[in-house]
């Protein structure tokens, strides 16, 4: 994912800075959007795909690698449900802590932007979500 949230942000420097203790998710929810989203997004931002077959899919904690140099990134398959219908043309990712809604953690712009048909099947091979500290 290109950036966390403010939200993430703020988690992480009140657990570094301030003693907060984290209450960090332990399962993940990637969502894909058709509009742009950016680090004030939540989970609830507006551009979300919403055509039928549709589901943000989760990682768990053990479904990332372990974090080295600053990155961390999947190592499983996440493969989303084939489209009943047209979904648009994705243009970016968030990363969220609830299946619909929520806080949104991280996000990315697809590039290049994927156009997704019915029957289309979207999925991200291990190593293709990657999240870093910038």
Known sequence: MGDFTTYMADKVLAEVF???APNY?????VG??????DDFSDGSAAGEVS???YARVSLE???????????VSNNVLLQYP????????LTHVGLCDAPTGG??????ALVPELMVSQTDIVLFRPNELVVTLS
């Open 18 to 20: 301030n003693g907060v």
């Open 25 to 29: 998710p332990t399962t993940f929810y």
């Open 32 to 37: 894909l959007w058709t509009t742009p989203i």
């Open 51 to 53: 055509g039928a077959g």
């Open 61 to 71: 904690v053990a479904d990332w690698k372990p974090v080295s140099n600053g990155v």
């Open 82 to 89: 084939m489209a009943d219908e047209n979904w648009g043309m």
């Open 103 to 108: 806080a949104m953690l991280a996000h990315t």
